[in-house]
């Protein structure tokens, strides 16, 4: 049981880290939300999706390299060709 006194001390070193303590409503440093008298700002992170193509798309261009470093680049030319072309029968 947090005595008055135990009550004070905490609220001392709260306010003494204050400046280390991010606004999770305006993103400012100094306050807590519930003190903020700021508006909400909008912080814009990309969607999962996006995320999770970004990620598939650097793979692939990582295995298009190995694959690059290990034929030459007329063979790997080639070779592209011809998954492009067995990729449009499939569709056609």
């Given at each position: 049981?947090?005595?008055?006194?135990?009550?004070?001390?905490?609220?001392?070193?709260?306010?003494?880290?204050?400046?280390?303590?991010?606004?999770?409503?305006?993103?400012?440093?100094?306050?807590?939300?519930?003190?903020?008298?700021?508006?909400?700002?909008?912080?814009?992170r990309p969607s999962?999706?996006?995320?999770?193509?970004?990620?598939?798309?650097?793979?692939?261009?990582?295995?298009?390299?190995?694959?690059?470093?290990?034929?030459?680049?007329?063979?790997?030319?080639?070779?592209?060709?011809?998954?492009?072309?067995?990729?449009?029968?499939?569709?056609?």
């Open positions: 049981m947090a005595t008055p006194m135990h009550r004070l001390i905490a609220r001392r070193q709260a306010e003494a880290n204050k400046q280390h303590v991010r606004c999770q409503k305006c993103l400012e440093f100094g306050h807590w939300t519930y003190e903020c008298t700021g508006k909400r700002k909008y912080l814009h999962r999706t996006a995320e999770l193509k970004k990620a598939l798309k650097e793979k692939e261009n990582r295995l298009l390299l190995q694959q690059r470093t290990f034929f030459p680049p007329h063979v790997y030319q080639h070779w592209r060709n011809q998954c492009r072309k067995k990729d449009q029968e499939k569709k056609g």
